[in-house]
C-alpha cells in the first residue's frame, strides 16, 4: 500500500505563494503519475498538476497554467507543487495523488478517477 503524506499547506495573502510537497513511502507500477488535487468547501475535487514520474511530462488545468509549477525529486520520491500569485478561490485542501493515468503521448491526466493512492491533504487559506 503507498502511502502519500502532504505538508506545506498554511495561510497566506492574496498575492502570495506557498510550495506543496508530497512525499511517497514507495513507487510502484501503479504509481506512474503523480497529481495535485484541491476541494473547496462545496465544490467537487478537481485536478490542478500532474506529472508522468519516468519522464517528468506534466500537465496543468487553465486555473494552474500559469501561476503553478509540479515537479518532483525523484530520488527521495516527492513530488512538489509551487504555487505563486496565490488567489481567494485557490483556498482549498489539496491532495497528492498516484495513479497510473497516462493518456496519449506520455501524460497524466487529472480526472480523480483515475488515481488510486490518496494523501490526506493540506489546507491552503488565501485571505484577500
Known amino acids: 500500500q503507498v502511502q502519500l503524506v502532504e505538508s506545506g499547506g498554511g495561510s497566506v495573502q492574496a498575492g502570495g505563494s506557498l510550495r506543496l510537497s508530497c512525499a511517497a513511502s514507495?513507487?510502484?507500477?501503479?504509481?506512474?503519475?503523480m497529481g495535485w488535487f484541491r476541494q473547496a468547501p462545496g465544490k467537487e475535487r478537481e485536478g490542478v498538476a500532474s506529472?508522468?514520474?519516468?519522464?517528468?511530462?506534466?500537465s496543468y488545468t487553465d486555473s494552474a497554467e500559469d501561476r503553478f509549477a509540479i515537479s518532483q525529486d525523484k530520488a527521495k520520491k516527492i513530488v512538489y507543487l509551487q504555487m505563486l500569485s496565490l488567489k481567494p478561490e485557490d483556498a482549498a485542501m489539496y491532495y497528492c495523488?498516484?495513479?497510473?493515468?497516462?493518456?496519449?503521448?506520455?501524460?497524466?491526466?487529472?480526472?480523480?478517477?483515475?488515481?488510486?493512492?490518496w494523501g490526506q491533504g493540506t489546507q491552503v487559506t488565501v485571505s484577500s
Open positions: 506529472i508522468y514520474i519516468g519522464l517528468g511530462k506534466t
Open positions: 495523488a498516484a495513479g497510473s493515468a497516462l493518456s496519449t503521448g506520455g501524460y497524466c491526466n487529472m480526472s480523480p478517477g483515475g488515481y488510486v493512492y
Open positions: 514507495e513507487y510502484t507500477y501503479r504509481t506512474a503519475c
